[in-house]
Every structure is written in C-alpha cells, then in structure tokens.
C-alpha cells in the first residue's frame, strides 16, 4: 500500500495570502507529481519531479512553485491565492517496477480562495 | 499530442447487469493505466496495461488493451452499490515518459 500524505486536507484561505501545501511520501519514490482536479473533471499536471533538484513544468499552466529539496518531500507554494485557484490539488508519486510506473496518490488538498 | 476520451461520461446501472466503459487515445500510449475515484476521495490504482492484447482481471472489473484500434475497456460484471465510482483511464505520452494524460472520467452509479 502506498504512504503518501499530504496536508492540509481542507483550505480556505483569503485572496493575496501566500500558501504551501505540502506533500510527503515515504517508499523512496524518485519521482513524484502534482495534479489540478476541478470538481467532476480530470486531473492535469502541473509540476513533475524526476529526482532531487529537479522540477519541471506540467501541461496546465499554473502561477504555482515547487521544489524537490529532499526525495520524499515535494511542497507547492503559491505566492499570492486567486479565486482561480481554488480547486483540489493531487500529489502522487511512483517508481518503475515490472514494466509500468504506476502512481499512487494521495489523498489531496481541497483548496478554496475566497 | 496525447489525448484520452472515455465514453461514456455518466452511467447509471442496475446491480446485477452488465457494462463496458470505452476508453480511446489518439495516439501510441506506452501504458494504459485505469484508476477509481470515490467521492471526495483520491485516486486508487486499479490497472495497468503494457501491451496489445493485455488482459487484467479483479473482482467484477476487468480490462483490456488494444494498441491496434487505440482502446481500452473497462467492463464491469454483475454490478453492485460498491462500484459507484468514477473511473478514470489515463496514457503515457511516447518514450517512456510517466507523464500520465488522463480522460475526463466515468461517473458510474450502481442502483439497487
């Protein structure tokens, strides 16, 4: 089973506020993503990790940051909130076994900028 | 540019029936993953498909691949309430990438 955490589970926060939400997983995964899931909808990448000292930008354009300081350890920061952002944000991460590089999510963060 | 589209997006089913949730890329995916999503929840690994052909079966749920017409299905046996879910299909982008493309999901509803 997959140990991956993220906090906080739930968010309200006002407009201008800057805010990380953190991600941490626990199996030694070198890479490890973040994903924006509207409600009802699919989920988009928005930032990647290969390994320590290494991001990259996703597919969604986002005003978000992320930075991979430790392998287990993958903060998102979003230097100033928009109502546009609120929204719920995955983290996940995987490793490559037997042909598939499976990822395991967490439970994400339910953000909402009012 | 990988896209992914599942059909269909809403189903309601009797339990005790049967149905296939269609998943079409639109170009070579290296993988072809399928994922549930609870209400409210995150995302719970179900399958992963790596060739032509591939067959995985768990429960009442089984799922295949065919690279040659670029589908995967997800057919569901004999339905229950515990399916209610929505089922997501994702691929791979061309070279080994693990950048997961996904479809906009199937938001199955299973009634008694």
């Known amino acids: 089973e997959a140990d991956i955490y993220q906090t906080p589970r739930y968010l309200v926060i006002g407009t201008g506020k800057k805010i990380t939400l953190e991600c941490s997983q626990t199996?030694?995964?070198?890479?490890m993503y973040w994903y924006q899931q509207d409600p009802g909808m699919e989920l988009h990448l928005i930032h990647y990790?290969?390994?320590?000292?290494?991001?990259e930008k996703g597919d969604l354009s986002s005003e978000s940051t992320v930075s991979r300081i430790r392998t287990e350890h993958f903060p998102l920061t979003l230097e100033s909130a928009r109502p546009s952002h609120t929204s719920q944000y995955l983290c996940?991460?995987?490793?490559?076994?037997?042909?598939?590089?499976?990822?395991?999510f967490g439970p994400g963060t339910r953000l909402t900028v009012l | 540019e990988l896209k992914v589209e599942q059909n269909p997006l809403f189903l309601s089913m009797q339990e005790g029936k049967n149905y296939t949730i269609y998943c079409n890329y639109s170009?070579?995916?290296?993988?072809l993953y399928w994922y549930r999503q609870d209400p409210g929840k995150s995302l719970e690994s179900l399958f992963v498909?790596?060739?032509?052909?591939a067959v995985k079966q768990e429960g009442r749920l089984m799922a295949s691949l065919d690279t040659k017409a670029r589908l995967s299905t997800l057919h569901i046996t004999a339905a229950v309430h515990d399916l209610s879910a929505t089922y997501f299909c994702?691929?791979?982008?061309?070279?080994?990438?693990?950048?997961?493309?996904f479809g906009k999901g199937t938001k199955l509803t299973v009634n008694p």
């Open positions: 994702a691929g791979t982008t061309q070279g080994g990438s693990e950048k997961l493309v």
């Open positions: 996940a991460s995987s490793e490559y076994q037997t042909g598939a590089d499976t990822q395991y």
């Open positions: 199996m030694g995964h070198d890479k």
């Open positions: 170009t070579t995916s290296d993988r």
């Open positions: 990790s290969y390994g320590v000292n290494s991001t």
């Open positions: 498909l790596l060739s032509n052909g």
